[in-house]
């Protein structure tokens, strides 16, 4: 990331292989390892119960969806003995958390490709081609994940009430795009940057154009990079909170972690507990099937550095 | 030859992404340091030049004192743990290990929900009167803590930091790990030979290796810790002000600007509170990239 900083110290030493353990007799060894074999037994003991810890609460939220109010409160870790679907329908349709899920689908969906489209070409250029001021602009854009959200938040909603997109789901989509626009770019250019020079010096012998380049040979070549950023990029603005709560105040343009909020208050007054786990189920469930399907990609996209 | 193609391109493909960043992010930014400096009460009112006074009253300002206090407990304590705890994780989920691929996924998956989500869940667990945290303290025969208010002003802030916690160990463990396995195998099974356990391994090996990476995670954690909203705001429950304990910097802005059961609109005063936020935010990143290590290790 950036120029290499002129530190004064090392911080840390290079590792000395030969001295992480002192080469004495087996035995010596063996005991000195003692220690270090129960820690490790220990934090793995802790891993474990955090794991187990994570899947229970996710577990037990999707169970208690399907549980009915009165077994929630007689059992609540039982396993349910009848299956409530209706507290789905009852949240989907009466709370209107159906129309809340098309305007995040929609949002996040046209947000997602629209960050693509713009960011995609501007990581290319910005990690392939050679003009002066490359580096400068880069830095600039990435820099912009530093900006606390909160200092937009005025002069946005100024902009956007300007503009006349104040309170409308074309405003979030724009607003969207360019807050995504410096995690896509920095993630885009490392991935463009790491695709070999060979294959696109190849097609340039054989008379391809800059731009046939670009989207026939280096666009699927780092199709794998394009995809996490896209999934990351999904993740990310399903659950955005800040801006949807700062620009929409009307509820037929809320998204679901907004509506999920609005709801929240009159089904605990109801005391519909089970309908609250049924709404936040609901939130849930899309974004877990698309992790359980691709969560290796995804870990692999934070290999970044 | 190849520059001239290119240079034709350049424009095409800067200029949309240029364009949106500029008007959306750049522009805004700049524009709220101007903002910071009006006494400004309402979008429909006009506004007075008022120079640095938003920034004096700050300064004799209680809530502000507060909501930087809970920011820098998130991001020096919480930090501590947040790191401590990614570290121990990184150490044992080496290459190998049996169950480390499911172990990590499900480590990372408080990230992909929503903190509106993990607020509920966590406001059921932490219920004084029929939440699972205090059903599971009966049940183990702790009664004289089975009604205990987690959420009560003494509480509520270790309450919460435990929820962020859970949250961000997932997100810094995904990417310690990621490069930690990037190490040449070689390099970490020749100080197993040596008999070191998985704790000496990591302190002497991986995380100097990886440290240009934690050095990122710092930098990205400044943001996340200073910057902190969504749990925040939520956790109280929707239609009343977040309690005011937890506050931090932006909680602040949004109540001072937008917020509140009645709303104050006092948009020079909160934007001249968000603009002391993104100076901190700057200094301490500047402070940390000064972590990094000067000589890159080659592997």
């Given at each position: 990331m950036g120029a290499p900083s002129r530190g004064r110290r090392l911080t840390r030493p290079t590792p000395d292989l030969g001295k992480v353990v002192?080469?004495?007799?087996?035995?010596?060894?063996?005991?000195?390892?003692?220690?270090?074999?129960?820690?490790?037994?220990?934090?793995?003991?802790?891993?474990?119960?955090?794991?187990?810890?994570?899947?229970?609460?996710?577990?037990?939220?999707?169970?208690?969806?399907?549980?009915?109010?009165?077994?929630?409160?007689?059992?609540?870790f039982g396993l349910p003995n009848t299956v409530h679907l209706e507290n789905f329908e009852r949240i989907w349709v009466g709370s209107g958390l159906g129309a809340y899920f098309g305007n995040s689908l929609g949002v996040t969906g046209i947000a997602c490709l629209g960050v693509m489209v713009v960011g995609v070409p501007a990581a290319y250029a910005l990690s392939r081609f050679t003009f002066s001021g490359r580096d400068w602009l880069l830095t600039g854009?990435?820099?912009?994940?530093?900006?606390?959200?909160?200092?937009?938040?005025?002069?946005?909603?100024l902009l956007l009430n300007t503009i006349g997109l104040i309170d409308s789901l074309a405003g979030l989509v724009i607003v969207y795009i360019a807050?995504?626009?410096?995690?896509?770019?920095?993630?885009?250019?490392?991935?463009?940057?790491?695709?070999?020079?060979?294959?696109?010096?190849?097609?340039?012998?054989?008379?391809?154009?800059e731009f046939r380049i670009f989207l026939t040979i280096m666009v699927p070549m780092a199709w794998p990079g394009i995809l996490t950023t896209f999934l990351l990029n999904a993740i990310f603005l399903w659950k955005e909170f800040f801006w949807a709560n700062l620009l929409v105040q009307t509820d037929g343009n809320r998204t679901l972690a907004l509506g999920?909020?609005?709801?929240?208050?009159?089904?605990?007054?109801?005391?519909?507990?089970?309908g609250l786990f049924a709404a936040v189920t609901i939130m849930l469930v899309p974004v877990l099937m698309l992790y359980a399907l691709l969560s290796r990609r995804i870990m692999k996209g934070f290999a970044f550095g | 030859m190849r520059r001239k193609a290119q240079r034709k391109l350049i424009v095409p493909f800067l200029a949309p992404a240029l364009?949106?960043?500029?008007?959306?992010?750049?522009?805004?930014?700049?524009?709220?340091?101007?903002?910071?400096?009006?006494?400004?009460?309402?979008?429909?009112?006009?506004?007075?030049?008022?120079?640095?006074?938003?920034?004096?009253?700050?300064?004799?300002?209680?809530?502000?004192?507060?909501?930087?206090?809970?920011?820098?407990?998130l991001l020096f304590l919480g930090g501590a743990l947040v790191f401590g705890l990614s570290f121990l994780f990184t150490a044992v989920l080496r290459r190998g290990v049996r169950g480390r691929e499911l172990a990590r996924a499900v480590i990372f998956v408080p990230n992909i929900v929503a903190l509106v989500a993990i607020a509920f869940v966590w406001g059921f667990i932490y219920n004084p009167r029929f939440g699972l945290l205090n059903g599971v303290l009966k049940a183990i025969g702790l009664d004289e803590f089975g009604s205990t208010a987690w959420m009560g002003p003494s509480l509520i802030r270790p309450a919460v930091g435990i929820v962020l916690i859970w949250v961000f160990v997932g997100f810094y463990t995904t990417i310690f790990v990621a490069a930690a396995d990037r190490i040449p195998a070689e390099v970490l099974d020749a100080s197993r030979i040596d008999g070191a356990g998985d704790l000496r391994v990591f302190w002497s090996i991986t995380l100097p290796m990886i440290w240009d990476v934690?050095?990122?995670?710092?930098?990205?954690?400044?943001?996340?810790?200073?910057?902190?909203?969504?749990?925040?705001?939520?956790?109280?429950g929707a239609g009343q002000d977040p309690p005011l304990p937890i506050w931090t910097l932006s909680v602040y802005v949004?109540?001072?600007?937008?917020?509140?059961?009645?709303?104050?609109?006092?948009?020079?005063?909160?934007?001249?509170?968000?603009?002391?936020?993104?100076?901190?935010?700057?200094v301490l990143v500047v402070v940390v990239r000064r972590l990094r290590r000067r000589v890159a290790l080659e592997y």
């Open positions: 002192p080469r004495s007799n087996a035995v010596r060894r063996l005991v000195g390892a003692v220690p270090g074999l129960i820690a490790t037994a220990g934090i793995r003991a802790f891993v474990l119960f955090w794991v187990g810890f994570t899947v229970l609460v996710l577990g037990w939220v999707i169970l208690t969806s399907i549980r009915s109010t009165r077994q929630l409160f007689a059992d609540p854009i990435v820099a912009g994940m530093g900006v606390p959200t909160v200092l937009l938040a005025v002069p946005v909603f807050v995504s626009l410096p995690f896509t770019v920095l993630l885009l250019t490392g991935f463009f940057a790491s695709l070999s020079q060979e294959v696109e010096e190849a097609a340039m012998v054989d008379g391809a154009g999920l909020n609005a709801v929240r208050e009159t089904l605990i007054f109801g005391s519909d507990w089970v | 364009l949106i960043y500029a008007g959306f992010v750049v522009y805004p930014a700049l524009q709220a340091f101007y903002v910071s400096l009006l006494d400004w009460g309402g979008f429909t009112t006009s506004a007075t030049f008022v120079g640095t006074s938003n920034f004096t009253a700050l300064s004799s300002d209680p809530v502000f004192w507060v909501s930087l206090w809970n920011n820098l407990l934690v050095v990122i995670g710092m930098v990205l954690w400044v943001i996340d810790a200073m910057t902190q909203f969504d749990l925040v705001y939520v956790i109280g949004y109540q001072e600007g937008f917020g509140g059961r009645t709303p104050i609109f006092n948009l020079g005063y909160a934007t001249a509170i968000a603009v002391v936020l993104t100076l901190l935010v700057l």
